[in-house]
């Protein structure tokens, strides 16, 4: 059983950053795959990034190319979502996931392991 922990979430101003962490209860090098996801309220989960963990390979929502950074500590067991130039659009609940078998997709069913999230809240 994998346990993630989400944190960093908060309310900026538009054009803010913030970095959301997820810690995961064992060895993220032993994991085949982490990434992001998130919900905004009536919406359906999004897909934002993701990272292989065997070789980093990382990749990203159209929505949020070249302005969100995921990245993995296997030192920590802590994968990273760095955001910068929020928009009000980015508001939702972010959520952590993880899967030992298959990578890149962008279905939140595909994943086996989920955390509970963390919100992030931009204003404009």
């Known amino acids: 059983q994998v346990q993630l922990v989400e944190s960093g979430g908060g309310s900026v101003q538009a054009g803010g950053s913030l970095r959301l962490s997820c810690a995961a209860s064992?060895?993220?090098?032993?994991?085949?795959?982490m990434g992001w996801f998130r919900q905004a309220p009536g919406k359906e989960h999004e897909g934002v990034a993701g990272?292989?963990?065997?070789?980093?390979?990382?990749y990203y929502a159209d929505s949020v190319k070249g302005r969100f950074t995921i990245s993995q500590d296997n030192a920590k067991n802590t994968l990273y979502l760095q955001m910068n130039s929020l928009k009000p659009d980015d508001t939702a609940m972010y959520y952590c996931?993880?899967?030992?078998?298959?990578?890149?997709?962008?279905?939140?069913?595909?994943?086996?392991?989920w955390g509970q999230g963390t919100q992030v809240t931009v204003s404009s």
């Open positions: 996931v993880a899967d030992f078998n298959r990578c890149g997709s962008w279905s939140w069913y595909n994943y086996n392991y």
């Open positions: 064992i060895y993220t090098s032993s994991i085949y795959c």
């Open positions: 990272i292989y963990s065997d070789g980093g390979r990382t």
